[in-house]
């Protein structure tokens, strides 16, 4: 879902009333909405009455002008009434064309210039089709014009700097098409601008600190450009801005100190700056603007210590430092921000130890700690942080053990501790989670048997017919979305989770027989139980894995013959068993012997049909082992950036994925 501030909301309430536009069927009503679509209706609509023969010439123009392959304009007639107009809506008194909405009809070819003789246009929405060339500067005539919507298109070139000086326009989105240049200077006679939306375009130079002159502006998305050098120093937004968007851009220097004119005061809720190349220590001033509930700056090179005025924020629900070289320990006063649902501070250089007192967070769904040098135990207290789905504390310098505290986390989705020096027994309610995904233990300490007693039958992990869709072989994704509600500005936060199903155990020092309860988890996707010191015989009962994609079991010293069943596993892509103490023969299906190094060093092994005493299995090279690991990483990495492609090329998608928050009429 995506954003819709009270004007947007209004303007949708009046947008369809007079006539059925493409891509939408129905009024969407709010009760401010309401009260002006029945004045509109009673003074100024027209469900009947001719349109001014100027307009209905000038709309015939922009007609011929596109292809309509849906029909869309199948209904624009000489001589029809203005209800019989998709997407018209048209003034009582004169007949003058006041909206022209068209979203999603499917439009093909240049935004004509014709649309400019509609002198008492107030609206023109052309959104998500694929109209291309230039903007006509000639948009700047329309001086009643207050809502342009041209998100979604080809349109390339500049943005005509005729529409920074229109008087009653209030919202810009240009989103997602081709325009190049630099922003135009918008003009104090622009007043009454309170939304831009920019994103996802070729835009370049630097942002004009003229831009702060919008002393309406609530909205600026100037995301996913190619804005460059660092932002004026005199940068200062009102108080009416709520939502500063600049993230994937090439921006440089230092964060302002001050992004607000009015301090405390400010009403800015949503910053985001990621991905550019910010440098410097963070401001302590960001965190002295007190409404904010989203904090954004991660993948920059940011530097020193998290101010302790984070404490400040107190409506804070998304904190993402991530991907920096932020430095120290992580402020106790974080524990003021007690709504936070998203922390992430991964891809640092942050040391010391948790807080106990971090289980004041609540409210806390995603903690991502991943890549610092933080170290010590996980505090029990933490436990008390029951609302945890996500929790990423890879790769950092962790001791101790699993504490039953933590079953607690009740809905946790996603557990990766690897990389750590955790030790001890794995607990044997380490799979009754109901919605875990993912449980990555590798390359830790653990040891003793792989617990089975308590194998959760309605988990994720055990129950199959996982739909398909996007995931990620060995790096799952959390794929964020915000949205802000359009009566209170209050955030609202999703996310979803794109990976396999998986159990990672990999590198630690767990011993004794593979349980045979483990392949009843039928959901598992990705398996992985190599470099331990596994013994006994591989359990026969893989059919039940039929989800089953990659099985490793290398590096261990499992003994006994190789079950047929593993034969069968259809949607396996991956197989290592080497370095193991097989013996017999490979099972005889062709399609087992298509994993090369799957069984190297297993001298007991022999080949399709062979006896014990027959030629063993040809062992392949080191290197060749190494080859055949490489493909399968490189082809697990084309289906994820083949997936992520998928996404790009589907506008809706590629809007989500890009930000977590993006306007939508």
């Known amino acids: ?68 392959p849906s029909g869309s304009l199948s209904g624009w007639r000489t001589g029809s009434t203005c209800d019989l107009w998709p997407g018209l809506l048209c003034s009582n008194r004169t007949g003058r064309v006041l909206r022209l909405n068209l979203p999603s009809c499917s439009l093909q070819g240049p935004l004509h210039p014709s649309v400019c003789a509609l002198p008492a246009l107030q609206s023109l929405s052309l959104s998500e089709n694929r109209l291309s060339g230039e903007i006509p500067a000639c948009l700047g005539d329309l001086r009643s014009l207050e809502t342009l919507d041209l998100r979604g298109n080809l349109l390339s070139g500049a943005v005509p700097l005729s529409l920074s000086g229109l008087p009653r326009l209030q919202h810009v989105d240009l989103s997602r098409n081709e325009l190049s240049g630099t922003i135009p200077c918008f003009s104090a006679a622009a007043a009454a601008l309170s939304f831009v939306d920019l994103s996802v375009n070729s835009l370049s130079g630097g942002i004009p600190s003229c831009i702060s002159r919008l002393r309406s502006l609530n909205v600026l998305n100037l995301s996913v450009n190619s804005f460059r050098s660092p932002l004026p120093p005199f940068l200062r937004f009102s108080s009416e801005l709520a939502v500063l968007d600049l993230h994937s851009n090439d ?45 954004i700056l991660s993948h920059n090179s940011l530097s020193g210590e998290i101010p302790a005025s984070v404490g400040n924020l107190t409506n804070l629900q998304v904190l993402d430092l991530s991907v920096n070289s932020l430095s120290g320990s992580i402020p106790l006063s974080l524990v003021g921000c007690f709504q936070l649902v998203e922390l992430k501070l991964k891809a640092n250089n942050l040391s010391g130890s948790l807080h106990p007192e971090l289980d004041a967070l609540s409210s806390l769904r995603i903690l991502d700690l991943s890549d610092n040098r933080i170290s ?130 990999s590198g630690n020092y767990l011993s004794g027989e593979i349980p045979a309860g483990l392949l009843s988890l039928k959901g598992v996707q990705y398996l992985n139980l190599s470099y331990n010191s596994f013994s006994g015989g591989i359990p026969s009962g893989w059919a039940n894995m039929s989800a089953l994609r990659s099985l490793d079991l290398s590096h261990n010293s499992l003994s006994g013959q190789i079950p047929a069943d593993i034969s069968d596993l259809e949607n396996l892509t991956f197989l290592n068993l080497s370095y193991n103490c097989l013996t017999g023969s490979v099972p005889e299906k062709k399609r087992i012997w298509s994993f090369q190094g799957a069984f190297v060093g297993n ?53 989500y994925v890009l930000r977590p928050w993006k306007p939508e009429s």
């Open 1 to 68: 879902m995506e954003p819709s501030f009270p004007w947007r909301l209004f303007l949708s309430s009046i947008s369809f009333s007079a006539s059925k536009s493409c891509g939408e069927g129905f009024i969407l009503f709010s009760p401010i909405g309401f009260f002006f679509l029945i004045h509109l209706l009673v003074v100024a609509v027209s469900a009947g009455n001719d349109i001014h023969p100027g307009d209905s010439e000038a709309l015939l123009r922009f007609k011929s002008a596109v292809s309509d």
């Open 251 to 295: 921006l440089s220097g230092r964060i302002p100190v001050e992004l607000s004119d009015s301090g405390s005061s400010s009403g800015l809720v949503f910053l985001d700056l990621s991905f550019n190349r910010f440098s410097g220590e963070i401001s302590a001033g960001i965190f002295e603007l007190r409404l904010l509930q989203a904090v």
């Open 376 to 505: 010590g135990k996980i505090p029990l207290p933490l436990a008390g942080c029951k609302s945890l789905e996500i929790v990423d504390l890879s790769r950092n310098a962790f001791t101790g053990e699993f504490a039953d505290a933590f079953l607690k986390w009740t809905g946790l989705r996603m557990l990766s501790l690897a990389g750590n020096n955790f030790q001890g027994e794995l607990p044997s309610w380490i799979f009754s989670f109901d919605n875990l995904r993912v449980l990555n233990l590798s390359r830790n300490n653990f040891s003793g048997a792989i617990p089975e007693s308590i194998l959760n039958a309605d988990s994720v992990l055990a129950r199959g017919g996982d739909p398909p869709g996007l995931f990620v072989e060995f790096h799952p994704v959390v794929v964020v979305s915000i949205e802000i509600a359009p009566e209170n500005r209050q955030l609202g936060f999703s996310y979803d989770l794109l990976s396999a199903v998986t159990i990672d155990l």
């Open 603 to 655: 001298p007991g092994l022999c080949g399709e049909g062979c006896s014990a005493n027959d030629i063993p299995v040809p062992v392949v090279s080191d290197g060749e082992e190494f080859m055949s690991m490489t493909a399968f990483a490189v082809s697990a990495g084309m289906s994820f950036y083949l997936s992520i492609g998928a996404l790009f090329l589907w506008p809706q998608s590629r809007n």
